[in-house]
């Protein structure tokens, strides 16, 4: 069986450092695992000015392109819409996408033309500006609410102070997917059923509008790579065999 090879990319307003206690449980079995920071996000300092959709894209692109080989490219939250654009750019060197309770547009949609039916979650955001950025960002009560509802609020006190603003644009720049490209890469989703910042009421409508090859449902919230890292491990490498 080959080496089965991860690319981990984090959702908005956190970094790599999200995925520290699921790494070790993909190299034990076997797995490469790459999970870098998106521009601007964890120790990248790239301004705030500067971070773009296309952008995080073409990063997270580089990182698959230095790997030996297909990946599965893991993309949580926000960075559904990143891991598409990055398998238009790069279809040949992706085994899988792999949606992991994220948003998934399609051609020409974007975030929030989701993100605003989704009439239950809790991630109410709030406008900031952020090194003259209009940003977004969550307060303590809010990240714990929506993000991390089922964590130990020791592990609320690690999260908190990492994350940082998100600039309003990604959410807002519309996909730019093609057939020949983004449309050849497998799709698999992972829903996390009690999730209460994407619902799995909106994770069901996207399914619907964007099938993916192969699905499967966690009974955890919206962050299983720190509620639920085994449990997470285990169905990531059920979907290589």
Sequence with gaps: MPTPRFV???GAYHGAWCWERL??????????????????HGVDTTPSADLSLALY????????????????????????????????????????LLYLT????????????WARRDGDT????RKVDYDGVPCLTVDRETTWDAFYQDAPEEDLDWVYPKLRPEPLAIFR?????????????????????????ITADLQDDMLDALPARRT??????????????????????????
């Design 8 to 10: 981990l990319i984090h």
């Design 23 to 40: 790494i070790p449980l993909l190299t034990a079995r076997g797995g490469e695992v790459a999970a870098p920071d998106l521009p601007g």
């Design 57 to 96: 894209a073409e990063h997270v692109a580089a990182v698959v392109r230095a790997q030996g080989g297909p990946v599965t490219l893991v993309g949580h939250s926000m960075a559904g819409a990143v891991i598409a654009e990055v398998a238009e750019r790069v279809p040949d060197l992706i085994s899988r």
């Design 102 to 113: 994220a948003y998934m547009p399609g051609d020409g949609e974007s975030i929030v033309d």
């Design 122 to 125: 809790r991630a109410g955001a």
């Design 173 to 197: 720049q519309g996909l730019a997917l093609s057939d020949a490209n983004f449309g050849r890469v497998p799709r698999d989703y992972i829903s996390c059923r009690q999730d209460l910042a």
């Design 216 to 241: 499967w449902d966690l009974d955890c919230g919206h962050s299983p790579f720190l509620v639920c890292p085994e449990l997470l491990a285990d169905v990531l490498f059920d979907g290589e065999v």
